[in-house]
């Protein structure tokens, strides 16, 4: 499975955006970026995945780089319940994807 | 609409104790996964399946088997619990591979004493 690297932890203000970046240098042409976070206490929850082109959603928008080697989260208006450990990972579009999970950025959103 | 559930919630073993976790789906999805998740880490792999009957290796396998008779269902096996499998399990399930979303469990508190 191709690596990705995230910062260990961000800060963002609240009803700020917040751009959390990826990157992912030995991505394949049948990967998949997914995001995913993970509140305290809980399980993952999907955020949103793209494969090439950038993507929205009602909880963010993806945006993929040119050479697909980077990926940004955004999240538009941060509010104090996106705190959370958030994952980029890649997803092979092929049959016997596995899903795994690096460390992941830990976002604090501050009142 | 359950989505993915995860039996137990929680649970306390003895070492040496052997123990089956649960994880039922009710979305028709093809593929399931077995995570373990300790205190400040990511989730780690432990096994998968991508369909009625088959299942594989993850990252950390050892101590740790798994069946998928039913489509629906996902077991993992605990023989002999150990103190260092003393963690949070996660399951989740997705209906294939990379262009579909994952759905997870709440998660199963496992302590080995």
């Known amino acids: 499975d191709a690596k990705t690297t995230q910062p260990n932890s961000m800060e963002s203000n609240e009803e700020e955006p917040v751009h959390l970046p990826c990157n992912h240098s030995?991505?394949?042409?049948?990967?998949?970026i997914h995001w995913y976070r993970q509140l305290p206490s809980q399980g993952p929850e999907y955020v949103i995945h793209?494969?090439?082109s950038n993507v929205n959603n009602r909880m963010a928008s993806l945006a993929i780089a040119e050479d697909r080697k980077s990926s940004t989260l955004i999240l538009h208006r941060a509010t104090l319940r996106d705190a959370a450990v958030y994952y980029c990972?890649?997803?092979?579009?092929?049959?016997?994807?596995?899903?795994?999970f690096g460390e992941g950025t830990q976002l604090t959103v501050n009142p | 609409n359950a989505g993915v559930t995860q039996t137990p919630k929680f649970r306390v073993l003895k070492t040496g104790q052997s123990m089956t976790l649960l994880c039922a789906q009710d979305?028709?999805?093809?593929?399931m996964y077995w995570y373990r998740q300790d205190p400040g880490m990511g989730l780690r792999l432990i096994h998968y399946?991508?369909?009625?009957?088959?299942?594989a290796k993850g990252e950390v396998p050892d101590g740790y088997n798994v069946s998928r008779l039913k489509k629906q269902n996902f077991l993992l096996g605990l023989e002999s619990a150990a103190p260092s499998q003393t963690s949070v399990y996660f399951c989740?399930?997705?209906?294939?591979?990379?262009?579909?979303?994952?759905?997870f469990g709440q998660g199963t508190r496992l302590t080995v004493v």
């Open positions: 989740a399930s997705s209906y294939l591979g990379g262009n579909t979303e994952a759905f």
């Open positions: 030995t991505i394949s042409g049948t990967d998949y």
């Open positions: 793209g494969l090439t």
């Open positions: 990972i890649l997803r092979r579009g092929t049959s016997g994807s596995r899903l795994t």
């Open positions: 979305m028709n999805h093809e593929y």
């Open positions: 399946s991508v369909g009625e009957g088959t299942t």
